[in-house]
């Protein structure tokens, strides 16, 4: 009796684990090397318009507009968020207010959500909340680890493997490799683009890490989406 209730459970087990897609990214770009303090600084100001900036400043403004790590968070490029909606995002935990869930998707490389419990953070999560009337996801695109200097990025953890769960059931496991780059990956098409709809959930929850070279927090610093646009 034992043994069936063993083989039983292992066959739910494998079963379940089974429909959980395993995704590795399909595209990765590197952050230019540049000051990405001024970058940000320049694109968020209005204090200075572009005819008058010294030339190396305008050179900087030049890269974010024609690189796409730059000129998705700097840039005015249609994307999907022409469309999409983010109702609300928390974590699970984070290291203080100034590494709250929220600073994964404030579209800049240089705040980022750190996971705020003992260790890596093995188990914590992001949990993005979106309307029925958003267009649908069919991308998402990280910047794993805290991506605003080289030193901060070996500094803390980041993560080896995110498992996505849709609408609180598990979905994908999303492998990511050890690189200050943006990683894409394509996960099918997810919500129900229909205003009459409830709201609907995805939730990013981490099951292992790299280590940090100095401090044991695991970070990310932009998790977001793209997919179908309305224009």
Same mark, same amino acid.
């Given at each position: 009796?034992?043994?069936? &209730?063993? *083989? ?9 684990? =089974? ?8 595209? /990765? ?8 303090? #001024? ?8 204090? &200075? ?6 030339? $190396?400043?305008?050179?900087? &403004?030049? @890269? %974010? ?10 840039? +005015? +490029? ?5 469309? %999409? /909606? ?8 984070? *290291? ?12 800049? /490389?240089?705040? +980022? ?5 003992? %260790? ?26 805290? !991506? #605003? !200097?080289?030193? =901060?990025?070996?500094?803390? %953890? ?10 609180? #059931?598990?979905?994908?496991? @999303? ?6 780059? *943006? ?6 098409? @997810?919500?129900?683009?229909?205003? =009459? ?7 990013? $929850?981490? *099951? ?5 070279? #100095?401090?044991?927090? !695991?970070? /990310?610093? $932009? ?9």
């Amino acid at each position: 009796m034992k043994k069936l &209730v063993f *083989l039983l459970s292992f066959f739910f087990f494998t079963s379940s684990f =089974a429909q959980v897609k395993v995704l590795k990214p399909t595209e /990765i770009i590197p952050i230019p090397e540049i000051d990405l303090f #001024k970058c940000e600084q320049l694109f968020l100001t209005d204090d &200075v318009r572009y005819e008058d900036m010294s030339p $190396e400043d305008k050179a900087l &403004v030049d @890269l %974010g507009e024609r690189d796409r790590v730059l000129e998705h968070f700097y840039g +005015a +490029a249609c994307s999907w968020y022409c469309g %999409g /909606i983010i109702s609300e995002v928390t974590s699970s935990s984070a *290291l203080s207010a100034k590494y709250a869930g929220e600073n994964a998707h404030d579209f800049s /490389i240089l705040n +980022a959500w750190a996971e705020g419990v003992p %260790g890596g953070g093995v188990g914590e999560y992001l949990l993005y909340t979106l309307p029925g009337e958003s267009a649908p996801v069919t991308i998402v695109e990280i910047l794993n680890g805290y !991506t #605003k !200097t080289k030193k =901060a990025w070996k500094n803390n %953890g980041r993560v080896k493997r995110l498992k996505m769960y849709y609408n609180g #059931k598990p979905y994908a496991i @999303l492998e990511l490799k050890d690189t200050r780059s *943006l990683q894409s990956f394509n996960v099918g098409q @997810l919500g129900p683009f229909d205003a =009459a709809a409830p709201d609907w959930t995805l939730k990013f $929850e981490i *099951l292992d890490v790299y280590p940090g070279d #100095k401090y044991d927090d !695991t970070v /990310i610093t $932009e998790l977001y989406f793209g997919g179908v646009s309305p224009h």
